[in-house]
């Protein structure tokens, strides 16, 4: 399965799919139960998703659809073992991607995606880039860059930009692109490999009466090879309008990749896709934040966040890879490589930020980055939950929801009150270490420290956050491994632009890692705190400039390991 990441896509209206599949669902219980023989959620063994991908399984089973079943434990990813599972088809993690391709090839690479996806209108600079990007994507084929996987390329057309009404337009658009979707850097489809072909919108296009299935024919006439490309659109319709379109191949829903409202995302609206026959492409994204007014020279009026600061990333790819190998996604994309506009870029930012500057310039996303190579390792090649590396990654907003920009002339965002004010951190702790203790301090004055007992393995966190300094510290019983400054959150009076996007830092040590903590003000005002499962201090007055940390080892520090810069 592939990977992608999307760039500089328009907002997706919501899909209806959620509230059908519940409603659904519990009706199909209720029949069930009259014949003694309903499913039945097991919270011992199994989670609720599997449990409702049994039923939904069920259900299209009892209709002639499928014969999935179930495995009720977690996979973890994909192993030697289930390679056979799988179906034979491989699994692939792509990123959509807007432009600069030297460098975004590189770190492309790097964070182990194996295509990005190019968003492609109808402007002729687009189409000039596009054949720059195969081209160049096709000499790195022939000389890949050493120890790196070279990335593959697919097409997304952007439905809400390229014209559609006559029969002329898709002759226009098959002629003009032909030539790249047979590149051999063109990302392609099971053991026929027929080429790869996606969509952003594009539901209703008409191609003068041929719709979609002449625009796909005529690709086949004009190939070389003859060979029809294997079609995964991003409709935005209600599910089963796309699992029953004979012109799609592989079902995506672009909008499932954040919670529509105030709410934590699950996997809900992905459950009828999950279960259908076609292969699925599941979306992750790291947040959405835009700020565009209605005046100036961008004007685009996109001003509203999706809820995004409760673990939302992290938790997304968790619940991709508790899924079985039968009901498991054939390819994640990343909501986005580049998409800054949107605050959701991954990559780091290389002067492609038109009219969005002022919400992404300094808002280091590494950690967005590495989670991804993380995420994707362990979904795609059964890489092990954590390895002999100390890592943090941590990321959070830098001024607090409710505070009003005073010179902003863009107002305050729509669902700005959906946000969450939280420090938001993954930690992964080798086996090897034990009595792992990480201390985040944020601001002045009581209640400015929150410790943590870490499991081995990886641990998801969060913390409510407040004006001031961001400190994280991670030690053992071997010493102080990790000593991290992170970007300061503001005071209300000092927010001038209002931003929702997200700053991230990411730490790295190995073991050992051994370094001396700072004393802490007195051993005997520390407790532990069993309910919050936290350390808690007995001080009137922990100032957050002299804070300092218990730490057995009695070496000096050898170093300050810094956030990754961009």
Do not use: C
């Amino acid at each position: 399965m592939k990977i992608p990441i999307r760039l500089n896509h328009p907002l997706v209206k919501p899909f209806v799919g959620a509230a059908l599949l519940f409603f659904m669902t519990y009706s199909l219980l209720a029949h069930w139960e009259q014949r003694g023989n309903s499913p039945h959620f097991d919270a011992s063994t199994r989670s609720q998703t599997h449990f409702d991908i049994d039923v939904m399984a069920a259900e299209a089973a009892a209709q002639g659809k499928t014969t999935l079943a179930a495995d009720p434990k977690p996979t973890g990813g994909a192993t030697a073992g289930e390679e056979g599972e799988l179906k034979k088809r491989d699994r692939k993690i792509v990123a959509h991607f807007l432009a600069d391709w030297a460098r975004t090839f590189d770190l492309a690479e790097e964070a182990g995606l194996d295509g990005l996806v190019l968003n492609l209108g109808k402007e002729r600079w687009q189409l000039e880039r596009l054949a720059t990007a195969y081209n160049m994507a096709s000499r790195r084929l022939r000389r890949p860059v050493l120890n790196a996987k070279p990335i593959q390329l697919m097409m997304s057309l952007d439905m809400t930009d390229i014209p559609s009404s006559s029969w002329q337009h898709g002759k226009i658009l098959v002629d003009t692109l032909v030539q790249h979707i047979q590149s051999p850097a063109q990302m392609r489809h099971g053991e026929d490999e027929r080429p790869l072909l996606t969509t952003f919108g594009g539901e209703g296009a008409s191609f003068g009466g041929r719709g979609w299935h002449g625009v796909l024919a005529r690709f086949a006439e004009k190939s070389h090879n003859g060979k029809r490309p294997f079609f995964w659109p991003g409709f935005h319709a209600d599910s089963k309008a796309i699992i029953d379109n004979k012109d799609v191949d592989g079902t995506f829903a672009w909008s499932n990749a954040w919670p529509q409202n105030n709410h934590r995302l699950t996997l809900t609206q992905d459950l009828p896709f999950l279960v259908a026959k076609k292969p699925h492409m599941m979306g992750v994204s790291p947040v959405f934040f835009t700020h565009y007014g209605k005046t100036g020279r961008y004007a685009f009026d996109k001003n509203f966040i999706y809820r995004s600061d409760d673990l939302l990333y992290p938790s997304r790819w968790r619940e991709i890879l508790e899924l079985t190998p039968d009901h498991s996604p054939e390819m994640v994309q990343v909501i986005s490589w580049n998409d800054y506009g949107e605050s959701h870029a991954i990559s780091p930012s290389m002067g492609a930020e038109p009219g969005s500057r002022g919400w992404t310039r300094y808002m280091n996303h590494v950690a967005f980055r590495e989670m991804t190579s993380y995420f994707g390792a362990r979904w795609r090649d059964g890489a092990p939950e954590v390895s002999d590396e100390i890592v943090i990654w941590a990321w959070y907003r830098i001024h607090g929801k409710g505070a009003t920009a005073k010179s902003d002339p863009v107002p305050r965002p729509e669902n700005a009150d959906w946000a969450q004010d939280l420090i938001n951190a993954v930690v992964l702790v080798p086996e090897a270490l034990e009595d792992v203790l990480f201390e985040v301090v944020n601001g002045r004055g009581r209640g400015s420290t929150h410790s943590f007992k870490l499991k081995k393995g990886m641990n998801m966190l969060t913390m409510g956050f407040r004006p001031g300094r961001v400190d994280m510290y991670l030690h053992s019983k071997l010493g102080l491994h990790i000593r991290a400054k992170g970007k300061r959150i503001l005071e209300d009076k000092d927010v001038s632009r209002y931003n929702f996007n997200f700053w991230s830092g990411a730490w790295h040590a190995g073991i050992p890692g051994v370094g001396i903590g700072r004393r802490a003000p007195s051993e005997e005002n520390r407790w532990w705190d069993e309910e919050q499962q936290a350390w808690r201090w007995n001080v009137d007055d922990v100032d957050g400039d002299d804070v300092d940390f218990p730490s057995d080892a009695s070496e000096p520090v050898d170093e300050e390991v810094e956030a990754d810069g961009e």
